[in-house]
């Protein structure tokens, strides 16, 4: 009877993981039974896998598993990292150069007074600045981010590797 | 909006992947409103007496008397020192309702009925339960050990019986199925959780033949622990099928004076020929078919032999208890085989059905005549003050102390006080583990002369709250067994490190310290 011949697990996965996913679980000995999209999210698909129940070496292979899940997960949050640093410093520096604007902007309409229409031409000239400058910093941070959280995806893929390699090999699976 | 432009928008679910897992908003939505109208009720209570109190004019005083009052029976009663401690902090700071506080929480008077009723029925069992003939032990540890059991809670010890450890939860269901599918008398059975899954589809097909074919199977269950994965169709289909189904401590939405104290006992119980226990629930987390918090470390014991009645008469007691019938003990006794064993194996429980603390005391026991090793694997690291200051001395005497502890946990808070009584052990040589991406669940005690294993957490809920089941045994083949799974473990940890020590994190700690007593 299939209830006591085989072990079940049931994933939610985004979709551009789960091709890759689908091909680790298989270095597991899961089996993809059945795969569907979800009803609300485009991004998010639903698989279920089954494996032999009396299978050797199980909760090994189950404490690898549960290495493999964190790992992938660990990859979304890398990704998500990417952009957060620069979009803070782009935050800021936005905030600057709004706030020189309306100290512009202010000058301009409660005074007419010729240095004061100056400070506020200058006060322009530095939110112009202000946001090339932040433009140019926040891509900086950006590109160094992406460099930076790619060697870690790049690393942790590898970590995936590994795991699966060990997954294979206390299956008795030769390379 | 229509599903269209719904299935449009990205799932707000930041993980690459989710597994599935048993838990479920009725259930947390259900605990909610029933600790709401609790509290409400709470509210209300205090209200109506602080009126009266307000009418009477001489309210002070008799807040003042009643506190002074509390304070005596609070201070004569037997209470850990710590815990004691806080109750008369909390009806010092809130000395208007403090003691009212206190006698609500207090078993001694609110259990006192129940009490009565588990002596009753402790003193019925215990004229029909048998004389065993044990073997005398060579270490007299051993001896001391089983001599305490006997007299704080009338276990006896059992020679004859054949122990086997599982080191995981999954291989622990696979045998208890395999037995229970050659079941031909009865089957007991008693958990903390039992939640809805493929697990317990595998049980209850096996059962419901089993049932059909004449076999007595008898489940107890505790109503908190099996909140929102245990629903009323599950229940009402194991009925249905003939299994007798029964609820320890139900949730009601009202002041419960007894919702604290749970069973939290492991048993399966089979034909009087094999009993189980250990830490692992009748829930798919268990086996690692579902995920909770990363991979799950539990583990449990087989029994064969005379102890199994031991085990027995734990189960039949709490059923009568439930039931409010006594059973016709003798039937379900003297049913094993005897083994060629010359271990000794003591099945025992503790819980509020005893005056004495017996599972804290025991745990004490063993760490001071520890002499070359002590290993414990705990979820919680929640000792009172005594047992903290013996595992000290333990490992300033040069004992070798090593506890394996969660990496991820379940109860944040519990983690806070757990980790901060693992760095203040550390500190004084014991050896701390962290099992990497996994939560440990399994309860073990092994030293170089004996070895516990069983549903006992090390906090002061399994100490002083809840019904714990365990077996206290000599047995040099299972402690190997349960060595080489340390040995194993040792591998999958890493060790505690440091922890960032922020402001607020020491606050929370200083907080969490003053109230760790009562958890």
């Known amino acids: 009877m299939e209830l006591f011949e085989k072990d079940f697990i049931k994933v939610k996965s985004k979709r551009e993981a789960a091709e890759h996913l689908e091909r680790c679980y298989g270095d597991f000995g899961w089996s993809l039974t059945e795969k569907k999209d979800d009803k609300l999210y485009y991004d998010t698909v639903h698989m279920a896998f089954s494996r032999p129940h009396g299978m050797p070496y199980k909760d090994e292979l189950q404490l690898l598993q549960v290495r493999l899940e964190l790992a992938f997960n660990k990859t979304g949050k890398y990704a998500r990292k990417k952009p957060l640093n620069s979009l803070i410093c782009a935050f800021f520096y936005f905030v600057s150069a709004l706030l020189f604007v309306c100290c512009g902007a202010l000058l301009i309409l409660f005074k007419s007074d010729i240095a004061l229409i100056i400070s506020a031409s200058a006060l322009f000239a530095a939110a112009l600045f202000t946001i090339a400058s932040g433009s140019f910093i926040s891509l900086k941070i950006y590109r160094s981010d992406v460099k930076t959280y790619d060697d870690l995806i790049d690393k942790t893929i590898a970590e995936i590797e590994v795991l699966c390699k060990k997954a294979r090999r206390l299956r008795g699976i030769n390379e | ?519």
């Open chain 2, 1 to 519: 909006m229509s599903n269209r432009s719904r299935r449009a928008s990205r799932s707000p679910d930041k993980s690459v992947i989710k597994i599935r897992t048993e838990k479920n908003g009725f259930g947390k939505l259900k605990v909610g409103a029933i600790a709401l109208l609790v509290l409400l009720q709470l509210c209300f209570f205090i209200y109506l007496y602080l009126i009266f109190a307000w009418i009477s004019g001489v309210f002070m005083l008799i807040a003042f008397i009643l506190s002074v009052i509390s304070c005596i029976f609070l201070l004569s009663s037997n209470r850990s020192p710590a815990s004691k401690a806080v109750w008369i902090f909390i009806i010092l700071i809130f000395f208007q309702v403090g003691y009212f506080l206190y006698f609500l929480s207090s078993d001694k008077y609110f259990f006192r009925k129940s009490r009565k009723r588990y002596k009753k029925i402790f003193s019925y069992s215990d004229e029909r339960f048998g004389a065993y003939s044990v073997c005398e032990p060579s270490d007299c540890r051993v001896k001391e050990d089983i001599e305490f059991l006997k007299k704080s809670g009338g276990f006896t010890a059992f020679s004859q019986t054949d122990a086997k450890y599982f080191s995981s939860g999954g291989l622990f269901f696979d045998d208890v199925l395999e037995k229970i599918s050659k079941a031909e008398k009865f089957v007991f059975i008693e958990f903390f959780i039992i939640s809805e899954g493929v697990l317990l589809e595998r049980f209850l097909h096996i059962l419901t033949e089993k049932v059909k074919s004449g076999v007595d199977v008898r489940i107890i269950y505790d109503d908190l622990g099996c909140h929102g994965a245990f629903p009323r169709r599950v229940r009402k289909r194991i009925r249905n099928c003939g299994i007798k189904l029964m609820t320890f401590n139900r949730l009601i939405p009202a002041v419960n004076l007894m919702l604290n104290i749970r069973d939290h006992r492991k048993l399966i119980i089979i034909d009087g020929k094999t009993a189980y226990t250990g830490g692992a629930n009748l829930a798919d987390e268990y086996t690692n078919e579902a995920r909770l918090y990363g991979y799950w470390k539990d583990g449990g014991v087989r029994v064969e032999g005379p102890a199994v009645d031991g085990f027995t008469l734990m189960f039949l007691r709490q059923h009568d208890y439930l039931t409010r019938k006594l059973s016709d003990y003798e039937k379900y006794f003297n049913h094993f085989d005897k083994k060629r064993n010359a271990s000794v194996a003591v099945p025992f429980s503790c819980g509020l059905d005893r005056d004495g603390f017996i599972g804290k005391e025991l745990y004490f026991n063993v760490f001071s005549r520890a002499q070359k090793r002590l290993y414990l694997m705990t979820p919680y690291l929640v000792p009172d003050e005594a047992l903290l200051s013996m595992l000290i001395s333990k490992a300033l005497s040069g004992v070798d102390v090593r506890i394996i502890l969660p990496e991820i946990p379940d109860k944040p808070y519990v983690y806070r006080i757990t980790r901060n009584n693992a760095a203040k052990l550390e500190e004084s040589g014991v050896k701390i583990y962290l099992m990497r991406d996994s939560f440990v669940h399994s309860k073990l005690v092994l030293s170089d002369y004996c070895a516990i294993i069983g549903s006992i957490n090390l906090d002061m809920r399994s100490f002083y709250q809840q019904f714990e089941s365990a077996l206290y045994t000599d047995d040099k083949e299972l402690m190997a067994e349960v060595e080489a799974d340390f040995e194993r473990t040792f591998e999958e940890c890493r060790p505690q490190g440091d922890e960032k020590n922020t402001l607020v994190n020491k606050a929370i700690a200083c907080v969490l310290k003053i109230v760790s007593p009562l958890m």
